[in-house]
């Protein structure tokens, strides 16, 4: 793990790099029964289970950057055109003997914790951005869902390397109400998580496109903005369903949406439903069990 937060946002990335990303052992396990059963599955079965997994995902989209050819000019920007181009047989066999998240964090419970519960706040993010570009007809649904899975990826990779920084953040936050996350981030790393986003997208060589839709410079952009207003939702509802930003955030899928905060909240509602039953893929809470009762 990474331990000494003096290090400085190029020593991060380059360790951050080196990285050998690992991946939910619930997805492992996924992937073992549908190898054993590859006759009988297709593309679209194997990017569904993908798009449960941030760093599967993350790892997936490197791998094909680093082997782009010339001849490739255009950017590969979801799951599902990546496995057209490997194969199913390519994607077990680059992908068959991952280590798991659950095995780097063996001796840190709490971690794990931390990082399944960030997981599962990326996965409803996904959700979430789906039904919005679903509702907007979208040019491309899967493109702002593949957004809005990675936003978050820095903070996964912080807590997967130094968990105990993860927590001297949340810590500064709960003891200093109302401090901002980009102000407790910088106070712990001298950095923000968002700066050490991009600049991992620049060294990774993510697509184009994924890394324009994360950015939140370009929010006056419809399909930005909905990856932004999914993360933001995701965010605040992994807080619990009184978060007092969570009114704002139905206002502006109200304002994206052209409907009102009624049908907003109601989507936002059935979203959480829906990913709730699979709660056993992140072992943990669903945000859904929050729901208020009277509503």
């Avoid at 184009?208 to 509802?237: C, F, G, K, W």
């Avoid at 905060?261 to 039953?277: C, E, F, G, H, P």
Wanted: charged letters at 20%; proline letters at 4%; glycine letters at 4%.
């Amino acid at each position: 793990m990474i331990a000494n937060k003096r290090l400085d946002i190029h020593d991060w990335i380059a360790k951050l790099s080196a990285i050998d990303l690992p991946a939910l052992q619930y997805t492992l396990d996924q992937m073992l029964n549908m190898q054993s059963k590859s006759d009988e599955i297709s593309i679209r079965d194997i990017a569904q289970l993908i798009r449960h997994d941030p760093l599967l995902t993350l790892r997936i989209i490197r791998y094909q950057q680093s082997r782009r050819s010339a001849a490739q000019h255009t950017d590969v920007n979801t799951i599902d055109r990546v496995l057209l181009m490997i194969g199913l047989g390519g994607f077990f066999r680059e992908f068959g003997k991952m280590d798991s998240i659950e095995k780097s964090l063996a001796t840190n419970p709490e971690a794990q914790l931390r990082i399944r519960k960030l997981i599962s706040r990326a996965y409803l993010a996904a959700v979430i951005a789906d039904s919005l570009g679903g509702q907007r007809h979208d040019v491309d649904p899967i493109e702002v869902t593949t957004a809005s899975l990675l936003h978050d990826l820095a903070e996964i990779l912080l807590c997967l390397t130094a968990p105990e920084l993860a927590e001297q953040i949340s810590q500064n936050m709960k003891l200093n109400p109302g401090m901002r996350s980009n102000e407790a981030q910088k106070q712990v790393l001298g950095f923000t998580l968002n700066e050490l986003q991009t600049e991992l997208a620049q060294k990774w060589g993510l697509p184009n496109l994924l890394t324009h839709l994360m950015d939140e410079r370009y929010i006056d952009e419809p399909r930005v903005r909905t990856v932004t207003i999914a993360t933001s939702t995701a965010r605040h509802l992994a807080n619990g369903w009184q978060d007092p930003a969570l009114p704002d955030d139905y206002q502006n899928i109200a304002d994206l949406l052209s409907c009102d905060t009624d049908y907003a909240y109601s989507l936002i509602r059935n979203v959480s439903v829906k990913v709730a039953r699979e709660w056993q893929w992140f072992a943990v809470l669903p945000v859904a069990t929050g729901l208020p009762q009277h509503l």
